[in-house]
């Protein structure tokens, strides 16, 4: 699976890695390089951080799935018990 992004974010994707080239190591990086890195970061390491999103959604949905019976839960047989308050507060 090939991670895709807009043209947009990959402009300033590109920018991001041109200066951290600039403010951190000892060689800067051009925009043909800093475009060629950030499609081997996206194809090598892309695949890493998107299972992980996904599993991690995958866990919250399972927890809100296991307490939506406590959200939506209603008593059964409550026609009876409704009916005799209201016959003792009178």
Avoid at 11 to 32: D, H, L, V
Avoid at 38 to 60: D, I
Wanted: zero cysteines.
């Amino acid at each position: 699976m090939t991670i895709e992004i807009s043209k947009e974010a990959r402009q300033q994707a590109i920018t991001s890695i041109e200066r951290y080239f600039r403010e951190n190591m000892e060689e800067p990086i051009g925009n043909i390089g800093a475009g060629a890195l950030l499609g081997f970061f996206l194809e090598e390491v892309g695949p890493l951080v998107y299972n992980k999103a996904v599993a991690e959604v995958q866990e919250r949905l399972q927890l809100r799935i296991s307490e939506i019976d406590l959200e939506v839960h209603e008593d059964e047989f409550q026609y009876w018990r409704k009916y005799d308050k209201a016959k003792k507060g009178k």
